[in-house]
């Protein structure tokens, strides 16, 4: 079992900047995609950005040119550095990670609020 943490969630006015954390329980330089999905009150929890360990990264239009998710091999972190949020990005946060690429499995983290104020 993968253990994620997430961290850095927080509340911040509108066009503001937060950076979020999820440090995995080991090592991460071959876990085939890292990523974070959201959920907002009342609503479906939503896809924000994944990453590949090829380097490869994807974003929903939502946040796209907004929102950065890299990976730090050597803290075993991924982030979300996100900028110009609007209130529609209040939500809780959760990292997730999808170790291999023949197999299915996921895992998450307990999730960070992230609340964005007009």
């Known amino acids: 079992q993968v253990q994620l943490v997430e961290s850095g969630g927080g509340l911040v006015q509108a066009g503001g900047s937060l950076s979020l954390s999820c440090v995995a329980s080991?090592?991460?330089?071959?876990?085939?995609?890292l990523g974070w999905y959201r959920q907002a009150p009342g609503k479906q929890r939503e896809l924000v950005a994944a990453?590949?360990?090829?380097?490869?990264?994807d974003y929903a239009d939502s946040v796209n040119g907004r929102f950065t998710s890299s990976r730090d091999n050597a803290k075993n972190t991924v982030y979300l550095q996100m900028t110009n949020l609007k209130p529609e990005d209040t939500a809780v946060y959760y990292c997730?990670?999808?170790?291999?690429?023949?197999?299915?499995?996921?895992?998450w983290g307990q999730g960070t609020q992230v609340t964005v104020s007009s």
């Open positions: 997730y990670s999808r170790p291999n690429v023949f197999r299915e499995s996921t895992y």
């Open positions: 080991g090592s991460i330089s071959r876990v085939y995609v």
């Open positions: 990453t590949t360990n090829s380097g490869n990264s």
